[in-house]
C-alpha cells in the first residue's frame, strides 16, 4: 500500500523558517518524482515546487511566489522528501501536501505564519 | 504561466443526474491534463490524467475528454459520494497549474 506521510507543520512567526518531511513507502521512492502541494484556507491548489528523480537528474522546479525562499530536497536511502521554507511569509499559511507525481498524495501537514 | 479556467464555480445536480463540468486553458496543454476529486478535509484525488485516462479504481461514470485548450469531465449518473470539489490541473508547463475548482453540490 502506498503511504506518504507529511510532518513538521506548525505556527511560525513571519520571517521564520520551517522545515516539512514527506516519509513515502509501498512504491519505488528512487524513481519517482516528488512534489509538495499547498491549499491556503478555503481556496484552491497551489503546485509549490518538485523534485525530479537522481535518475533524471535530480534537479527542483519552483512555483514564483516561493523561488529562493523554499528548497525541495530528498534523501533516497530515507524513502523522504524535504521542504525547507524560510523568509516565511503570512500568505504562505496553508496546508502542505506531497505528492508522488500527482498519482498519491499525503494527508497534508498545517502551516500557520502569524505574529 | 497557463492559466486553467473552471466553468461552472458552483454546480447543483440531483443524485442519479449528468453532471458535466469544463476546464479552459490560456493556451495549448496538448492531453496532458489531469481531473481531481477533493472531499472536505481529505486530500485531493486523482480521478483523470491524460485527458480522458481514468486512475486506477476510479469508477466507470467517470469520464474525460477534450484536448489542445478545451476539456470536459462527465460524470454520468451522480452517487451521493460525488458530491465535492473538482479541479483541473495542466502538466504540460512549468509551473504546474489548476483551475480555481468547480463546487459540485446536491441539488
Known amino acids: 500500500e502506498v503511504q506518504l506521510v507529511e510532518s513538521g507543520g506548525g505556527l511560525v512567526k513571519p520571517g521564520g523558517s520551517l522545515r516539512l518531511s514527506c516519509a513515502a513507502s509501498?512504491?519505488?521512492?528512487?524513481?519517482?518524482?516528488m512534489s509538495w502541494v499547498r491549499q491556503a484556507p478555503g481556496k484552491g491548489l497551489e503546485w509549490v515546487g518538485r523534485?525530479?528523480?537522481?535518475?533524471?537528474?535530480?534537479?527542483?522546479d519552483y512555483t514564483a511566489p516561493v523561488k529562493g525562499r523554499f528548497t525541495i530536497s530528498r534523501d533516497d536511502s530515507k524513502n523522504t522528501v524535504y521542504l525547507q521554507m524560510n523568509s516565511l511569509k503570512t500568505e504562505d499559511t496553508a496546508v502542505y501536501y506531497c505528492?508522488?507525481?500527482?498519482?498519491?498524495w499525503g494527508q497534508g501537514t498545517l502551516v500557520t505564519v502569524s505574529s | 504561466e497557463i492559466v486553467m479556467t473552471q466553468s461552472p464555480a458552483t454546480l447543483s445536480v440531483s443524485p442519479g443526474e449528468r453532471a458535466t463540468l469544463s476546464c479552459r486553458a490560456s493556451?495549448?496543454?496538448?492531453?496532458?491534463l489531469g481531473w481531481y476529486q477533493q472531499k472536505p478535509g481529505q486530500a485531493p484525488r486523482l480521478l483523470i490524467y491524460?485527458?480522458?485516462t481514468r486512475a486506477t479504481g476510479i469508477p466507470a461514470r467517470f469520464s474525460g475528454s477534450g484536448s489542445v485548450t478545451e476539456f470536459t469531465l462527465t460524470i454520468s449518473s451522480l452517487q451521493s459520494e460525488d458530491f465535492a470539489v473538482y479541479y483541473c490541473?495542466?502538466?504540460?508547463?512549468?509551473?504546474?497549474?489548476f483551475g480555481q475548482g468547480t463546487k459540485l453540490e446536491i441539488k
Open positions: 490541473q495542466q502538466y504540460n508547463n512549468w509551473p504546474l497549474t
Open positions: 505528492s508522488s507525481g500527482g498519482d498519491y
Open positions: 493556451q495549448s496543454v496538448s492531453s496532458n
Open positions: 523534485i525530479k528523480s537522481k535518475t533524471d537528474g535530480g534537479t527542483t
Open positions: 491524460g485527458a480522458s
Open positions: 509501498g512504491f519505488t521512492f528512487t524513481n519517482a518524482w
